[in-house]
């Protein structure tokens, strides 16, 4: 699991973009956005570096990220 904080979010549209951007590089990735603090849950198996890249891509700010669990 990884968790991101991401600024720039803040609607549902937001939600949906950075979803699909991550279910590029894992289409069986499970995603949860918390649009009032910027965290990102992802359920993935794919790089961390490979997620934020795809993130960052939409027009994202990646602030800080970990793997979980």
Request: net charge negative; aromatic share 2%.
């Amino acid at each position: 699991m990884l968790e991101f904080k991401v600024s720039g979010m803040r609607s549902d549209a937001c939600k949906q973009r950075v979803a699909r951007a991550v279910q590029i590089s894992d289409p069986t990735a499970q995603v949860a956005v918390d649009l009032s603090t910027g965290r990102m849950t992802i359920k993935t198996d794919a790089e961390p570096e490979l997620v934020r890249n795809a993130i960052e891509m939409e027009g994202y700010l990646v602030e800080s990220g970990a793997r979980s669990g």
